[in-house]
């Protein structure tokens, strides 16, 4: 079993509709859930972080962690079609070796298309 | 403004020869990342390096090794490239205590033939 799973969809929906895309977890080591946007031929960038479980809102994103269930979620709103990229969820644990550093586990990423 | 580069976007090879892939940044960060993407597996860790002459296995690092002379520049080599290597690798580096904010390259699709 995958620590981290995700849907690789594709996903196609019409611009405005609401967006969600999922993972699941088994590694209850995580400390810190992410998700990452990659567009078309270009490295993943950071969207959103969060540490603990509950939601955290960024214009019209939201990072949902549910930690008893080992789920997490983003959420877009007003989707546009410039929100048209690869969605990568990413989790991260400590490496108790060296100081400070955590190691992060991708899930496998959704595309997700938005249809003017 | 960030800048992680990687030194060709395509890279064409035959299999057997020994492959080198750079990247290089200028945010002073310690901790730098590569990675292989294909589809269907997501992102997967080769080798990471947290210092100058550090490095560490990640979760597929058999037919790769690392080299980093210097804190900005860190290569991955491809010692006998096989048609299994071909794929995108990545290379990410992130500010030691701020782990989930790893900073892209663009990536080098590097076809095996």
């Known amino acids: 079993q995958k620590e981290v799973e995700q849907d690789p969809g594709p996903l196609s929906v019409p611009e405005g509709a609401i967006v969600s895309l999922n993972c699941t977890y088994s590694n209850s080591a995580f400390q810190y859930f992410m998700w990452y946007r990659q567009y078309s031929r270009k490295g993943p960038e950071l969207l959103m972080y969060t540490y603990s479980s509950g939601n955290k809102e960024d214009g019209r994103f939201t990072a949902q962690v549910d930690k008893s269930s080992k789920y997490i979620s983003l959420f877009i709103r007003d989707s546009q079609p410039s929100d048209s990229a690869t969605y990568l969820c990413a989790m991260s644990y400590l490496l108790p070796i060296i100081q400070g550093a955590q190691k992060l586990v991708f899930g496998q990423g959704t595309r997700l298309t938005i249809n003017p | 403004d960030v800048k992680v580069t990687q030194s060709s976007r395509y890279l064409v090879k035959r299999t057997g020869e020994k492959v080198f892939l750079e990247c290089v940044q200028d945010m002073d960060h310690e901790n730098m990342f590569w990675y292989r993407q294909d589809p269907g597996l997501g992102l997967r860790l080769i080798y990471f390096?947290?210092?100058?002459?550090?490095?560490e296995k990640g979760d597929i690092p058999e037919g790769y090794s690392v080299s980093r002379e210097k804190k900005e520049r860190f290569s991955l080599i491809l010692e006998s490239a096989s048609t299994n290597q071909t794929s995108m690798y990545l290379c990410a580096t992130v500010r030691r205590g701020l782990h989930y904010e790893q900073y892209f390259g663009p990536g080098t699709r590097l076809t095996v033939t």
């Open positions: 390096s947290y210092d100058v002459k550090m490095k």
